[in-house]
């Protein structure tokens, strides 16, 4: 039931976020977090992520281990600089998939990559 609770509420909360905040060609990074497995640690993570110049949006998912992050493009972001952060906070993560938000499709990652 927890974990229901907690997928739903992820997905309420990205469906309830005013995306007309974002810039027209916002890019976002998805991951899979292998060694996430507390509220504690992904409240860290986003904490840290959105305190970033030019992030709009971090979610990380302790139950699904799903990451996701919307951010200005001119800010400079890059797959370098998230896996650095995620090795700073400590978080292994693979599945990296990076593109243009509104144009490249965010997918339901799976812990296999498929």
Known sequence: ???????LLL???LF???FSA????????QFMMTNVDSREKVLEIDQFVRNQQGVEI???DFVSKKYLCIYEPESGLNRV??????QELG???K???EGIFGTEKIIDQKLDCE
Do not use: G, H
Request: aromatic residues 16%.
């Open 22 to 29: 974002q810039t027209p060609d916002s890019k976002f990074v």
């Open 1 to 7: 039931m927890n974990i229901l609770y907690s997928t």
């Open 91 to 93: 978080v292994e993560i």
């Open 95 to 97: 599945c990296f998939r």
């Open 16 to 18: 309830i976020t005013d």
């Open 11 to 13: 997905l309420f909360s």
């Open 81 to 86: 600089k998230f896996e650095t952060w995620m």
């Open 58 to 60: 971090s979610r990380a």
